[in-house]
């Protein structure tokens, strides 16, 4: 006699029954985001999910796979951790406007905000500035918002209006609002001041390790004493990071310390990271070696650089380009507390 399946299990008709709700709704604000696009002349498209590369950001996990040609050869592929590689090579090729609802594979990653495969949502603008995203971004909030009938969205005691205008707060300005901190004070156009930024954390109560670089204390911090106070009341579109933290983005001209990337927040909840696109193809080379060194350093590990991908860049006009977290979105426009309500079909727990 077999027993019978756990309360969990996603599939037993009770879960479901439970789910459902939110996962129509999921389908009501995709197709209305669909509409949305298409309304402005964009052009939808499907990035390849096999990849040369997954990215070479240091802290992206990839899912390891491989090809085997006809002749029996064995060559090395991964599931892309973002369509963006595949959107840069059709702007190169002349698309103008586009989008891909793509699904995505991040390893290493589960939670209640996080799944191992998810649905990423990018679009990007040739010849247009990422401000323009900022209002995109904006948009697509209050359109969630509407479709699924919730004019709040709240998470964990965190609540937030996401049809007011957001609030457009630069990483300077939160590190001192925060935390206290003088971020530019530690980066510089040559690098960034290990010791004055953990100096600046230890003050701030934030604990630095012994073999942490900047990055790290820049991460600790941003998670720990801000992260957590951004998008409540209204959204928060957080700029202008350190161009060490912004590996595919370019630097702003006025400013060479910092890059042209932000991020959309709500209820404390990351939505969406854009950049104003990088397209000198050596400046990206050389900050994919470093990233690569970092991951190997951290993780033992590094990625290959998808040639192809560089080529392209060279030939890409300017663009801005932006990555939203779909299910996310879903989840706070729904009402859901964790992102497995919002998944169709979630991936099996190990």
Known sequence: MTSPPPPSTWWSPHAHAD???FLIARNRILARIRSWFEARGFTEVEGAILQISPGNEAHLHGFRTEIVSISGEHRPLFLHTSPEFACKKLLAAGEERIFDVARVFRNRERGPLHHPEFTMLEWYRAREPYETLMDDAAALLALAADTAGRPVFSWRGRDCDP???????TLAE?????????LLATVSAEGTDLEALAAAARAAGVRVAEDDVWADVFSRVLVEKIEPRLGVGRPTILCEYPVSEAALARPKPSDPRVAERFE??????ELANAFAELTDPAEQRRRFAAEMDEKERVYGERYPVD??????????PPASGIALGFDRLAMLATGATRIEQVVWTPVAEM
């Open 19 to 21: 789910r459902r709700p």
């Open 163 to 169: 049809t007011a205008p957001p609030e457009r707060l």
């Open 174 to 182: 939160a590190f001192d609002r925060y935390a206290g901190i003088d």
């Open 264 to 269: 959309l927040y709500a209820c404390g909840i």
């Open 307 to 316: 040639e192809d991908f560089l080529a392209a860049l060279a030939a890409m």
